[in-house]
């Protein structure tokens, strides 16, 4: 009989007795995630399938997997839209373009847009309603960039590293503002934002700070976990920005090294030699089963179940597009 069939904790093999895993908290889906990925689910109840989606909904390649099993086809433009459809917005926002594309060919548009994207997009136009050159820090070709800078295509420019800013051509030195990509490094951006106020002091900050709590948050939560750590392990698909920005983070803070993966399945066994203490986060569109395989994996080879390593508590809800809320009150669908 073991100690678990008495009610008693196991006992480690002495061997393993000083191994630890550690969870960060916050992790995973953060409010505008969850917003977007139950449109699309709402959306396919409440109007069947085929649901078209441009883009990916969120960057997490198990989730679309998941909706596509369930009937939403996901495009890159809605070109590929047949007319008359009901397409879906991703959480990480379109440009004004997109949305005429959409309104000529007669498409039913439910924007899941994540408002705090929603909000940067309204900076964007009140900065160039000013006649502001607007400084965007972000990443080239992410979509949410793409959505942000063709809301004033004629005033935006991206700055994506602090060595950038030496050849930043602005009309008006005393009249320039500067918005993010919201799903950077807190510390990336903020060295760019101080790179570019050197060469601009009057330079205009957004009312806000647009790197979205979600973000701040796992950054803090990895950074608490990651100077002790033998190995970090972060959930996430290799395009989602915020997910790529934790492995990154870890390694700032100390940690000897850090992993990437989208599941339990890409963990290479050889990154467990020697380790004693393993710390594990994932991105913001990542569900829990996936961080669930990962802690299943880890105990399987003998390490003990996850302490959970709590840095902040998040309560936000989004409520769902006003477009898929009215037509479902109109089903009769909660």
């Known amino acids: 009989m073991t ?22 908290a916050p992790r995973g889906y953060c409010a505008g995630v969850d917003r977007a990925v139950i449109t699309v689910e709402k959306a396919l109840e409440l109007y069947g399938a085929p649901v078209y989606v441009r883009k990916q909904i969120v960057h997490n390649k198990h989730v679309v997997a998941n909706l596509e ?3 939403a086809i996901f495009v890159e433009e809605v070109a590929e839209v047949p007319e008359g459809a009901t397409v879906v917005f991703s959480a990480h926002g379109v440009s004004p373009e997109v949305h005429r594309q959409s309104a000529e060919r007669n498409l039913k548009t439910i924007d899941a847009t994540c408002p705090l994207v929603t909000k940067v997009h309204h900076e964007a136009r009140r900065f160039a309603s000013d006649d502001y050159d607007i400084l965007l820090i972000g990443h080239e070709g ?3 960039v793409e959505g942000t800078a063709g809301e004033a295509p004629e005033h935006i420019q991206l700055v994506q590293t602090p060595e950038d800013v030496a050849t930043i051509q602005v009309r008006d030195p005393e009249r320039v503002a500067w918005l993010s990509q919201t799903t950077l490094s807190v510390d990336e951006t903020m060295t760019i934002v101080a790179a570019i106020r050197e060469r601009f002091p009057a330079l205009l900050d957004p009312p806000s700070d647009d790197i979205c709590y979600a973000t701040q948050n796992r950054q803090q939560a990895v950074k608490t976990i990651a100077p002790d750590a033998d190995l970090v392990i972060v959930v996430g698909s290799t395009n989602s920005s915020n997910s790529v920005r934790l492995v990154e983070v870890a390694l700032e803070q100390g940690a000897k090294a850090a992993y990437l993966v989208d599941d339990a399945g890409e963990i290479d066994e050889a990154w467990l030699d020697g380790v004693r203490t393993v710390s594990v986060s994932s991105g913001a569109s990542v569900p829990d089963d996936l961080v669930d395989g990962v802690l299943a994996y880890l105990s399987e080879r003998g390490f003990p179940d996850a302490e959970a390593v709590r840095t902040a508590e998040e309560s936000l809800i989004f409520a769902l597009p006003p477009e898929l809320r009215r037509d479902m009150r109109a089903a009769g669908i909660r």
């Open 3 to 24: 100690s678990a069939d008495l009610g008693m904790p196991p006992v480690l093999d002495p061997v393993h007795a000083d191994r630890a895993v550690r969870l960060a």
């Open 69 to 71: 099993q369930r009937g």
């Open 142 to 144: 992410h979509e949410e």
